[in-house]
């Protein structure tokens, strides 16, 4: 099992909104930066996790655990020319872009906020603490474990 870090902006899609979907479930969808997609379309498996992390609030923050339920698959909502997440160059030919399927698995008794996660010099190496601009990130085995004993969870 792989660990990953999925950034959403909770007033486009909070962890609420997951919890509230039928089965807890929903698509990824909306990623439009190439290493992003790239994590999306090769390597993130079903039966990983990910940290749900709130972004461009006041206090950023890991909030919950998702399971990774579907690999990834073409983003549908590329092809919608009223959508927001629309690219004319994508089609179902060449779709370009690519989701997953996440599902709640736990909220983080206390979210661990960014400041914190910057201010542990274990977790120096994170994309999150180096590239915070990637929506996608790799999070490593020993990173998931301190996080998550920082938001009151065990590994």
């Avoid at 909502?77 to 996440?102: C, R, Y």
Wanted: glycine fraction near 6%.
């Amino acid at each position: 099992m792989n660990h990953w870090l999925l950034k959403t902006e909770p007033g486009c899609f909070s962890f609420d909104m997951l919890k509230a979907r039928p089965k807890q479930t929903e698509h990824w969808d909306g990623v439009r930066n190439y290493q992003a997609r790239n994590f999306l379309r090769d390597s993130i498996k079903v039966g990983d996790r990910a940290l749900f992390y709130h972004s461009n609030i006041p206090e950023p923050a890991v909030v919950g655990i998702v399971d990774i339920v579907r690999e990834g698959y073409p983003d549908f909502t590329a092809l919608d020319p009223d959508g927001e997440h629309f690219d004319p160059k994508a089609s179902p030919q060449n779709p370009i872009w690519f989701m997953v399927d996440v599902r709640y698995r736990a909220d983080m008794p206390k979210p661990v906020m960014l400041e914190s996660i910057k201010c542990n010099p274990l977790l120096a190496g994170m994309p999150l603490v180096n590239r915070s601009r990637l929506s996608v990130q790799p999070v490593a085995a020993e990173e998931w474990r301190i996080i998550l004993a920082m938001g009151g969870l065990k590994g």
